[in-house]
């Protein structure tokens, strides 16, 4: 049952960069950037629990939000955004293709050591939310976010900017499958992953052939 936790990110990635034939692209952008994802999640994931500790769990709509948005979808979105600018910032100075694999190698360096540390030292039981629907997530995420960036950098103004909104759109929709999860709207959290990850498919699909290029 802990299987697709653990492994639904880096199969997916390992998935990816075989489909793009990015297999003999140099450590600096396929291992280093995973290895230096995995190093940051370390203090972000404790730093998330600690702060976990002292919030409430309100089944309100509005404070479900708040909660998943800070400690499952978005607050950790926007801090591998921090740590990709901080130690990985020099693939945004590869050419694009290099750049979205990089950075999904970051991202999936990061979801990665979080699905391990939450298989090795759960303190709860896991539900069809942790072991399923999070994991799909964070590959919407993998997907998704280093597409927008790679994107973003090769437009200029206000395109630039759509592309910055769409990414902080994409770091907030999945917060509804943790909500209708925690509300038990089981089958609604199921379709919503579901749509989220042909989105994401799909998008990158349409990115891939506008701003980077498969290796393939």
Do not use: C
């Amino acid at each position: 049952m802990l299987l697709f936790l653990l492994t639904a990110v880096p199969l997916s990635f390992l998935f990816l960069v075989a489909l793009m034939g990015g297999g003999n692209l140099p450590q600096k952008v396929l291992i280093t950037p995973a290895i230096r994802g995995g190093i940051f999640a370390l203090p972000v994931y404790g730093l998330l629990s600690w702060l976990e500790r002292f919030v409430d769990y309100d089944y309100e709509p509005w404070a479900l939000s708040l909660f998943h948005g800070a400690f499952d979808v978005t607050g950790p979105a926007l801090l591998i955004v921090l740590g990709v600018t901080v130690s990985a910032r020099w693939l945004f100075e590869e050419r694009s293709t290099d750049l979205y694999i990089g950075l999904s190698s970051f991202v999936a360096g990061f979801f990665s050591v979080v699905g391990l540390i939450e298989v090795v030292y759960s303190g709860h039981y896991h539900s069809v939310y942790d072991l399923f629907l999070l994991p799909s997530i964070r590959v919407y995420l993998m997907l998704l976010l280093p597409a927008l960036a790679t994107a973003g950098r090769h437009e200029f103004g206000s395109l630039r900017i759509v592309y910055l909104f769409a990414t902080l759109i994409v770091i907030v929709i999945p917060v509804a499958v943790s909500v209708l999860f925690a509300m038990r709207f089981v089958a609604g959290a199921i379709a919503v992953n579901i749509a989220l990850l042909a989105l994401a498919v799909g998008a990158v699909y349409l990115l891939q052939g506008l701003y980077f290029r498969s290796f393939a």
